[in-house]
């Protein structure tokens, strides 16, 4: 029984497992797109505000020009900003 038990958990758990290949469907893929509609959605008058974007892909020049080997694609993070400091702010914590 503990064997059927451990085999059914096995299965279960690599039959959900999926890998993901990084690349990001072609229609959500449109940085211009994200750009227009994110300049819209702004309501604040000083601050930071931005589109966070990832580039994926080989994106050295080539001769003759690849367009789609370099993908600039929106995506969703946290982005986190901390106070300015300096080096001599630090405390060190060996001896």
Sequence with gaps: MK?????????????????????????GCDINQAYINNAKKVTIAD???????????????TVPACNSCCRNCPVQRTVKIFQYTL???GVTTDP
């Design 87 to 89: 080096v001599t702010d």
């Design 47 to 61: 601050g930071v505000w931005g589109t966070v974007s990832d580039v994926e892909g080989d994106c050295m020049p």
């Design 3 to 27: 064997k059927i038990l451990i085999g059914l958990w096995f299965s279960l758990f690599f039959l959900s497992c999926h890998k993901d290949n990084g690349i990001a469907d072609q229609k």
